[in-house]
């Protein structure tokens, strides 16, 4: 992953913001492993109570401005970031899921949207989402037409982004295999991967940890989910991913894609996010 000069301050920033209510051995191991989490799930006021450090927002539905891209959306989410000192650390475009990034004539101007909306919040990643109507699979094949057009929009769409310093992450169902060909075809800096561990490792089938080994400085960052339930009933599996992880130097970003069993979304986030920082301890 390419780390902008503007990135590394606010990474600091956020650092120094987190230090004021992350216990202290918390706060320790995740210094240590250099992982911060966050929520996609949780407003930010929501996520300081449960000790994360920020959050991934959704870019907006389907519409001919994208809410993220509306001045009076990111004016609130200024405001918000500001009283709880926790960062927007990226945008979701679970939009294109619905509406393909590949297929629909309005996807290239939403994600052109996106990306000046990320300049403008100082985001640095924006999930460019490839599921459901969007997958670029089927049977475990890659769809070939959907796959050359996504390469192309791809590549039309990178240097606004690394001009924004924004990481264009895609998102998908395709082995580590795949998705280092479509990399490899795009081939730009300001393209990455994000990587769903329960998507990859769960819903697919494939080997995360080895998946994770062979995406070595591909991944810009990463989901944690578990289904319906809490990341520590599945322990043997997320303390090998993590060691994966570890293993590659990824430093930034988990952020948890996680449900609530006991229905206290707060509670349940601070138990997964200390789970996450004991796995990197």
């Known amino acids: 992953m390419t780390f902008t ?17 992350c216990p202290p051995l918390a706060r320790g191991a995740a210094a240590q492993a250099k992982i911060r989490v966050g929520s996609c799930s949780l407003s930010l006021d929501k996520a300081k109570e449960a000790g994360l450090e920020g959050v991934q927002v959704w870019a907006g539905g389907a519409a001919d401005v994208l809410d993220i891209h509306k001045p009076e959306t990111r004016a609130r989410y200024k405001a918000q970031m500001a009283a709880t000192g926790l960062p927007v650390c990226s945008f979701m475009m679970g939009l294109l899921n619905q ?25 640095d ?48 169902m395709l082995s580590a ?33 080895a998946e994770i080994r062979s995406l070595k400085g591909r991944i810009s960052q990463i989901h944690y989910k578990n289904g319906p339930k809490y990341l520590d009933d599945d322990k043997a599996y997320f303390e090998s991913v993590s060691a994966a992880i570890r293993e590659i130097g990824y430093s930034g970003w988990i952020i948890l894609e996680t449900s609530s069993p006991s229905k206290d979304g707060v509670a349940d986030a601070r138990r997964n996010g200390a789970f996450v920082r004991a796995c990197f301890a």
């Open 177 to 209: 295999e795949q998705n280092l060909r479509l990399l490899d075809a795009v081939n730009h800096e300001a393209v990455s991967l994000y990587y769903d561990v329960y998507n990859t490792g769960r819903s697919m089938g494939y080997d995360s940890p």
């Open 5 to 21: 000069r503007r990135s590394f301050i606010r990474s600091a920033a956020v650092a120094l913001a987190a230090s004021a209510f």
């Open 125 to 172: 990643n924006i999930l460019v989402a490839f599921f459901g109507k969007g997958d670029l699979q089927h049977n475990r094949q890659v769809k070939e037409a959907e796959f050359a057009e996504t390469v192309k929009r791809l590549r039309e769409a990178a240097p606004r982004a690394k001009d924004a310093g924004v990481s264009l992450a895609v998102e998908n």
């Open 99 to 123: 509406f393909p990034f590949a297929t629909d004539p309005r996807a290239p101007a939403w994600l052109a949207q996106a990306i000046d909306a990320a300049k403008d919040l100082g985001v």
